[in-house]
Structure formats: structure tokens, C-alpha cells
């Protein structure tokens, strides 16, 4: 009974395509054999089968939505045809196109399968451990700071840390890079990725609901019903159209006896060809197969659009802008120096340096910490911590009031010549210099250098080469970003940017054309908002990160922004040829139907498969 249901549900659309070419065979061999009465009931039968589930959503549509469906005009020709003597035409009208609506639910199931096996990668049940006790649970019933055991070959069933074992680790599923990575204590593993040959047991981290695999399947159902403008346009359009169609064949039904000379029944005849012919079908399917199987190629990639117009508008960009700490470079920074001023300790600066960046996301806040945990330094409690955007943290240690981040906030005084020297020097190196500021003197100086990832030189290469021009926006001071900006090999550095001057840039970057802009929310989610499309580096990046942009890197692989662009600019083009196609072939198919001498069945035929083919077309993005 079950495996009935399924393959009913899953093959509807050709089963009932079967049933109707089998009655249309049996009217047939009535009508040869000398059974005439029952042709007229067989094609009837062929007719209900073949066409009674487009024609009732017609009408549905008709009534509920007072809209036109294109499906609807097909059966009324069908019927058309039938109520002229032409049962056998409108019969194989019947059959191509609910065969064709077959075919285009197979190729479509294949763009959303891509998609909807990413949801299938969250395991059902996890082990816990309580003490030596293993439980198995289902995942709901995880908690965070719950223990998991992973054996080899397992999937990983949330977000958390190791605490014990070791074991590689394939997470092509998040990021789309299928080359294991080691896990041993104390690395951070994803749900949904797949453990190798060791056994791990990780500390649970965050709740289900809240690990990356979770965002990812929320990202890409938004993806999913979000249409590009293009598609928008011609749903619009779709309605309007269909209604002109219909005019025009009643126009041609009732002029062309008298302004042709044709028969009542030729005339019927034609105008059922026209209303076939001129249906929109091929310029409505167009564009969604395409844009979701370029939406799922991306997936397949790491690349998560978040919805098609993201897709086609990436196509269009002519200047790339990256952020430079944590996008550029990987946002690990080490500090290379510290300088303590007056009777202060290399550790007591460290120290309290550490202690003001306690609650800061900055990767330089989280280097300075790990360096003051690494040196096991008492972190005094801080209160009163304030970030200051672009700047760094203001705050109170011990009593007394802190600042640590650039010149500008902690006075922006001129440097005396012996403290600017030894700065310039540090920033011709490619370190940042973080200066910490007391109440009444400056207690020291803190120098941290973070290094290019390695993709980028070859990255921004890549970029130009598509004749893109590429920006690095930073906060950070000019020296230092020159530096970098140089190694990276970018076209232009704008440096010493707040958070919101990192949105004028890019807002007269977009005078020019279309912005991209790259960047992991750490002071740049304003800018993310302001670009043509927003890209957000995925593990890097914060959580604010991943809800602007529109786009989402999966592994912090930069090297996607130049596959992204080339994808879009490739769906871009499919679309544009499809619609030029089909236009063409409606075209081609209406001057037939008045000049030349097409039949019904060969209309359709025509109608349908330019139809079928604009989708195939489509798909050839998945690859
Ligand atoms: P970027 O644009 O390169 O990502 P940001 O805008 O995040 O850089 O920060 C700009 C500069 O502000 C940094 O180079 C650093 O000097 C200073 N800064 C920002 N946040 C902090 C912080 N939490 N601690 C210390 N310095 C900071
Ligand atoms: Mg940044």
C-alpha cells in the first residue's frame, strides 16, 4: 500500500500520461477497426485523465485568484479543437503536454534534491555520556554541555568541542572542502560532518537549534522562496500576457472568416493553434530552473546564495571590496611585541590589556587573550567595557579607567618622535600596533601581525583576470594596511575607516556599478548591508554577519567570490538565452500559423519542447 502511495506521489505526472496515450491508442484502433461509436468515449477518457489535474488547478486559480493560468488556455484549445470534429488533435495536445509537465517535475525534483540532501545530513540520535554510561537520545533531547560519543564513522550530531580522542574529520557538508581535517582536544567540530577513523568525544556547545548546520538549511529554504526580480517580472507579466492571448485568438476567430476568407472551421482550428502557440510556457520556465540549479551548484560549493536575485545581481559586479581583518587575513593575529611604558611589566600590560578585551569579538581582542591565558595571567574583572566600533574598548580595571585600541581613541595626541619612531617601525613590519592607555599616562604598546590567507593573493588575481577591481577597506592605520594591501595585491586601499565610513566607500563605489562586498561582520555588517550583495565569510564570521549578507561563504574560502561571480555571470547568460529562445520559437510557430500550415499536434509539439528544452537548459548550471 505504501510503496503504492510513494510511487504515485513520485510519478503521478507519467502515469497518467501512460493511461492517456493508452486510451488515445484504443480510440484510434475503434476508429480503423470499424468501431466508431467508441472513439468519441475513448478520446473523452484521454482527455478527463490526461488533463483533468491541470485543468481543475486552472480553475482554481481562475476563481480563487481571478487570474489567468497559462495550463488552462492548453485545455481550452484541447477542447477547442474536440468541439470542431479534431478529437485526435486536441488528444495529443492533451498527452505532450501533460507528459511535459512530467519531465519538467523530474528535472525540477533534481534541482531541490541537491537541497534537500543537506537537510538529510543531521543524524537522528546522538550518545551521551553520563559518567561511563552511554544513552542514546534523539537530538532534541540533547542539551548543551552535554558529553557526545562519536564513533569512526559516524556523523557528528551537533556543534561542540572535543575533549577527547582524535580523528580526522571530512566536513564537506558545511564547507565543501571534501580533504579531512584533523580534530584532536580542544577543536572546534560541526554537526553534520563526518567523523573518520577515531573515536571523539565532544562537549556539546550549542543548542541544536543553533549549530551551523541549522542555519545553513534555514538559509537555504529562504533561498528557496525568494524569487529574483527577473522572475517577478514575468510572473507579472504571465497574467497579463495570457489575457492578451486569449483576445487574440477570439480576435482571429471572429475577424479572419471575413478579413481572410477563412472557414468557420479552419478559423477555430488556427485560433486553437494560436492560443497553444503563443502561451507563454517557455518564457515562464525560463528562469527559476536555472537560477535554482545555479543556487545548488553554489551549495554544492560552499557558496550559500540566499535567494536567486543575489545570484544574478553577483553576475553583474564590477568591484570586489574586502574588508581586511579576519577577511584578508585569517583573523588570527599573534602578538609579535609588547612595549611597556614607565615602571609597568611586559605581563602587567598583557594583563591588562587582556582583561579590558573579555567580552570583545575583535580577532585582535581574542590574540590578546589567548596570549595572556598561554603566559597564565591572573585577568583581573573588568567592568563598565564598552567597544568602541573601528576603535577598540574603553572600560574600567582595578579601579582605574582603560583604553586600548588605535591612536584616535586613546587621545589621538601627536606621538612623541622616540614612541613614533619605534611605531613606524612596527607598522613598516605589517603589525598593528594597539596602543593601552591609563587614566593619567600611556602604560604600553602591544604590536600584533595576522597573517594573508593563503588563497588571497591567488584569489585577487583570479578577479582581476574577469576584469573586476578590487578594494581593501580597513580601520586599521594606513602604514600597516599599505603593507598588506600590497602583499594581497589589491587595486586600492582605503585605511584608518569607521564602520560607517566603510558604508560611504562603498556607497560611491556603487556611482560606478555594482558592489560586492566581502567581509566577516566584525565591524563591516553596515558595510555588508550597504553593498549590491553582502558576503559573509561563514565560520568566521558573526552571527550578525550571516544574517546581512546575502551571500555565504561556507569554509571562508575567498577563493569562492571569483566561482560566485563567474556563476552568476554564467546563469545571467542561460537566462538570457533561454528567453530569447523561446520568444524565438513563439514567434517562429505564430507566422507559421498564419502563413504557413502547421497542425495542432505540431504546435504543440513545437510549444512543449521549446518549453523542455529552456528548462534542460537550466539545468545545465547544476553542473
Ligand atoms: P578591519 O577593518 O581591518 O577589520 P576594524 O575596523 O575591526 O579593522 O578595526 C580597526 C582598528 O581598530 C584595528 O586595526 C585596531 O587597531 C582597532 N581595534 C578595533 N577593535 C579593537 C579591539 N577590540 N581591541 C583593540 N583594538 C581594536
Ligand atoms: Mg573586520
Not at 503521478?12 to 484510434?28: D, E
Not at 556543534?159 to 580522542?165: A, K, M, N, P, Q
Not at 601627536?414 to 613598516?428: A, D, Q, T, W
Amino acid at each position: 500500500m505504501t510503496t503504492w502511495h510513494i510511487i504515485w506521489d513520485r510519478h503521478k505526472g507519467l502515469i497518467v500520461t501512460i493511461f492517456s496515450l493508452g486510451f488515445i491508442i484504443m480510440a484510434w484502433y475503434s476508429g480503423k477497426y470499424g468501431r466508431s461509436e467508441l472513439e468519441v468515449p475513448f478520446y473523452l477518457l484521454a482527455y478527463a485523465i490526461g488533463g483533468y489535474q491541470k485543468a481543475w488547478e486552472g480553475l482554481q486559480t481562475l476563481i480563487k485568484e481571478k487570474d489567468l493560468d497559462v495550463d488552462l488556455l492548453m485545455v481550452v484549445a484541447a477542447i477547442g479543437a474536440a468541439s470542431i470534429g479534431f478529437w485526435r488533435d486536441g488528444a495529443i495536445l492533451i498527452l505532450i503536454f501533460s507528459l511535459s509537465g512530467a519531465l519538467e517535475g523530474y528535472t525540477l525534483e533534481r534541482t531541490n534534491g541537491e537541497i534537500k540532501s543537506i537537510m538529510k545530513l543531521r543524524p537522528e540520535e546522538a550518545i551521551v555520556l553520563q559518567g561511563n554510561v552511554e544513552k542514546r537520545v534523539r537530538v532534541e533531547e540533547l542539551n548543551q554541555g552535554d558529553f557526545l560519543l562519536v564513533r569512526p564513522g559516524e556523523r557528528i550530531a551537533a556543534d561542540g568541542i572535543v575533549r577527547e580522542g582524535y580523528s580526522s574529520v571530512n566536513q564537506a557538508s558545511i564547507t565543501g572542502e571534501s580533504i579531512p581535517v584533523d580534530k584532536s582536544t580542544g577543536d572546534e567540530v560541526f554537526a553534520g560532518t563526518m567523523n573518520g577513523q577515531g573515536a571523539l568525544v565532544i562537549e556539546m556547545t550549542k543548542p541544536a537549534e543553533a549549530t551551523l548546520l541549522a542555519k545553513i538549511i534555514h538559509l537555504v529554504q529562504e533561498a528557496q522562496s525568494e524569487r529574483p526580480p527577473s522572475q517577478l517580472f514575468m510572473e507579472r507579466f504571465e497574467g497579463i500576457y495570457a489575457k492578451i492571448v486569449i483576445i487574440g485568438a477570439i480576435l482571429i476567430a471572429v475577424l479572419s472568416p471575413f478579413v481572410l476568407g477563412w472557414s468557420w472551421d479552419e478559423t477555430i482550428y488556427k485560433a486553437m493553434i494560436f492560443l497553444v502557440v503563443a502561451s507563454p510556457c517557455a518564457l515562464v520556465s525560463s528562469i527559476m530552473p536555472a537560477v535554482l540549479s545555479g543556487i545548488s551548484n553554489g551549495a554544492r560549493k560552499g557558496i550559500l546564495f540566499k535567494g536567486g536575485a543575489y545570484l544574478e545581481a553577483i553576475g553583474n559586479v564590477s568591484v570586489v571590496a574586502f574588508d581586511k581583518t579576519g577577511t584578508l587575513t585569517e583573523g588570527i593575529p599573534r602578538i609579535t611585541r609588547i612595549i611597556p611604558y614607565g615602571n609597568y611589566t611586559e605581563n602587567e600590560v598583557l594583563s591588562i590589556a587582556a582583561s579590558l578585551e573579555t567580552w570583545s569579538e575583535h580577532p585582535i581582542a581574542k590574540a590578546i587573550i589567548r596570549e595572556a591565558k598561554e603566559k597564565d595571567l591572573h585577568l583581573s574583572s573588568a567592568s563598565k567595557l564598552e567597544a568602541v566600533p573601528g576603535l577598540g574598548v574603553q572600560g574600567i580595571v582595578e579601579g582605574q579607567e582603560y583604553r586600548i585600541g588605535k591612536l584616535d581613541l586613546v587621545g589621538g595626541q601627536k606621538l612623541p618622535n622616540e614612541e613614533l619612531k619605534v611605531v613606524r617601525k612596527l607598522e613598516r613590519q605589517g603589525n598593528t600596533v594597539i596602543f593601552v592607555q591609563g587614566e593619567k599616562e600611556r602604560i604600553g604598546v602591544l604590536a600584533v601581525q595576522d597573517t594573508l590567507r593563503s588563497q588571497a593573493n591567488e584569489s585577487i588575481k583570479r578577479l582581476k583576470k574577469m576584469g573586476i577591481k578590487v578594494v581593501m577597506l580597513t580601520g586599521d592605520s594606513s602604514s600597516t594596511a599599505q603593507i598588506i594591501g600590497e602583499e594581497a595585491g589589491v587595486d586600492q586601499v582605503y585605511s584608518d575607516l569607521l564602520p560607517e565610513h566603510k558604508v560611504d566607500i562603498i556607497k560611491n563605489l556603487q556611482k560606478s556599478g555594482k558592489v560586492a562586498m566581502v567581509g566577516d561582520g566584525v565591524n563591516d555588517a553596515p558595510a555588508l548591508a550597504a553593498a549590491s550583495v553582502g558576503i559573509a565569510m561563514g565560520a568566521a564570521g558573526t552571527d550578525v554577519a550571516l544574517e546581512t549578507a546575502n551571500v555565504v561563504l561556507m569554509a571562508d574560502d575567498i577563493s569562492k567570490v571569483s566561482y560566485a561571480i563567474a556563476l552568476g555571470r554564467r546563469t545571467t547568460k542561460v537566462v538570457k538565452q533561454n528567453v530569447s529562445f523561446a520568444i524565438a520559437v513563439m514567434f517562429l510557430l505564430i507566422l507559421s500559423n498564419f502563413f504557413g500550415n502547421i497542425n495542432l499536434p505540431l504546435g504543440v509539439i513545437g510549444h512543449e519542447g521549446s518549453t523542455i528544452l529552456v528548462i534542460m537548459s537550466g539545468l545545465r548550471l547544476l553542473r
